[in-house]
């Protein structure tokens, strides 16, 4: 080999190395910048839970209104703050004058806001009134005809709204004459639960929520579900999980659910779950502040025998009124006349 081919070796292996490099540092920066781009879209997912503008009119407008055997069925709607009417049907105890605790409730990621029906005795022959709005693509707001991306996309959006929604109709309910305001609390259930850990955790107008059937840590829920075992050796929803959880990852609850303290708080959660696995039950409830407490129940996720469901009402009112009446002997004029009484 002569010089000339020699050199003329040694420069096209520094030019291969040359692309090499350049394709390598396209492809790293490309990645910094994916990471960038989605740091940036998760900061900005947060500053959406976590406010909200309250002064954006509410704009009530009542349904219909029904009485019922002890209780007031009404459905009334108020906007959103995004140009979007939100549906809410209501359960009111009768009492003249008299000024009610009230749940809001958010219910599960398939269900709509008919579910309050099937609560409505049990919730206000305890004392309570009872509001669960309609969450976006759910019910009324359904959106139909939408392709896999639509429906992520929408997901997010549901998501994002629910949470803005909750604290929007704490608004409302700061202004009905029948509701005390200083007694609002939350429940939620499955997906409601556990979207409604940042409502609860960013307004301190709950005094207390009962998270039924929740679980946080979305990458160990996808790794770790039971589901799992349901899906054939290969499955795109085994390869899609984890994205999609890596994609909504502001809104896992465990990032939020430690702010709640020190309002009290009650899991339920079912010991056979098929979707939810106890170590996304076990990772929010670590992640939770005191006070705390859960309760367990021999059933599945979905499809329980009716009176699993009512031992679940059962449990989450009578803890719930016992919350209400420490909260309500706090409250400044109760205090004051519990100390007078002391003397």
Request: aromatic share 10%; proline share 5%; hydrophobic share 40%.
């Amino acid at each position: 080999m002569t010089h000339n081919e020699a050199n003329g070796r040694a420069d096209r292996k520094r030019s291969r190395a040359h692309r090499w490099t350049r394709r390598f540092l396209v492809v790293l920066g490309c990645m910094g910048l994916a990471v960038g781009a989605k740091q940036f879209r998760d900061m900005r997912c947060l500053r959406a839970l976590e406010q909200y503008d309250r002064h954006t009119p509410l704009n009530v407008r009542v349904a219909s209104r029904q009485n019922k055997n002890g209780f007031v069925r009404e459905e009334f709607c108020f906007d959103n703050g995004h140009g979007e009417a939100v549906p809410v049907l209501a359960m009111i105890p009768k009492g003249d004058g008299k000024r009610f605790p009230a749940i809001i409730l958010l219910y599960g990621i398939g269900m709509n806001m008919k579910f309050a029906d099937e609560l409505a005795e049990a919730v206000t022959q305890a004392g309570f009134a009872l509001f669960v709005p309609e969450q976006f693509n759910r019910g009324q707001r359904r959106q139909r005809g939408l392709t896999g991306w639509q429906q992520l996309m929408a997901l997010r959006r549901r998501i994002v709204l629910t949470v803005q929604e909750a604290r929007r109709l704490a608004d409302v309910l700061e202004k009905r004459p029948e509701i005390d305001p200083q007694r609002i609390y939350f429940w939620g259930a499955s997906f409601g639960a556990m979207t409604g850990c940042a409502s609860v955790a960013y307004d301190e107008r709950f005094q207390a929520a009962i998270f039924t059937l929740s679980g946080g840590d979305l990458q160990r829920m996808v790794a770790d579900t039971p589901y799992r075992k349901k899906l054939p050796g290969f499955s795109w929803v085994k390869v899609a999980a984890p994205l999609a959880a890596s994609w909504l990852r502001p809104f896992d609850p465990i990032l939020h659910v430690g702010k709640i303290a020190p309002r009290p708080l009650l899991f339920q959660n079912a010991r056979n779950d098929d979707l939810i696995p106890r170590s996304g039950v076990e990772a929010l409830f670590q992640a939770a502040g005191q006070p705390k407490e859960i309760l367990w129940y021999d059933s599945t996720h979905d499809h329980q025998p009716r009176q699993t469901i009512e031992q679940f009402v059962r449990d989450a009112l009578a803890w719930l009124q016992q919350r209400d009446r420490e909260i309500r002997s706090n409250l400044p004029g109760n205090r004051e006349k519990t100390t007078a009484a002391e003397h």
